[in-house]
C-alpha cells in the first residue's frame, strides 16, 4: 500500500520555525520527485516546493530564503524546514509525489498525504 505520512504541524508564533516530515512507504522514494503544497481556508492550493529523484530543488517565490526542502533517501522522508514563518503561511500542508516529473510548478499528484496543520500566530 503506497502512503506518504506528514508530521511536524502545530502553531507557531510569527518568525518561528517549524520542520515538516514526509514519510513514504510501498513505493521506491528515491525514484519519485516529491513536492509540498499547502491550502488555506477559502484560498488556492498553493505548490510550495519540490524536490526530484537527482536532489534539484524548486521554491514558490513566496517561501525562497526561507524554506528549505530536502531528503533522507534511506529513511524515506523529505523534509521541508520552515524558517522566519509569517500568518500567510498558516494553511493545511501536504507532500505529494510525482511519478513522471516534467518540471515545477507542473506537478502531478500521484500520490498524497492526509496533510498537516500550521498555524502561525502574529
Known amino acids: 500500500e503506497v502512503q506518504l505520512v506528514e508530521s511536524g504541524g502545530g502553531l507557531v508564533q510569527a518568525g518561528g520555525s517549524l520542520r515538516l516530515s514526509c514519510t513514504a512507504s510501498?513505493?521506491?522514494?528515491?525514484?519519485?520527485?516529491i513536492g509540498w503544497f499547502r491550502q488555506a481556508p477559502g484560498k488556492e492550493r498553493e505548490g510550495v516546493s519540490c524536490?526530484?529523484?537527482?536532489?534539484?530543488?524548486y521554491y514558490a517565490d513566496s517561501v525562497k530564503g526561507r524554506f528549505t526542502i530536502s531528503s533522507d533517501n534511506a529513511k524515506n522522508t523529505v523534509y521541508l524546514q520552515m524558517n522566519n514563518l509569517k500568518p500567510e503561511d498558516g494553511a493545511v500542508y501536504f507532500c505529494?509525489?510525482?511519478?513522471?516529473?516534467?518540471?515545477?510548478?507542473?506537478?502531478?499528484?500521484?500520490?498524497w498525504g492526509k496533510g498537516v496543520r500550521v498555524i502561525v500566530s502574529s
Open positions: 510501498g513505493f521506491t522514494f528515491d525514484d519519485y520527485a
Open positions: 524536490i526530484t529523484s537527482d536532489g534539484k530543488t
Open positions: 505529494a509525489a510525482d511519478t513522471q516529473f516534467v518540471g515545477w510548478p507542473k506537478f502531478h499528484m500521484d500520490y
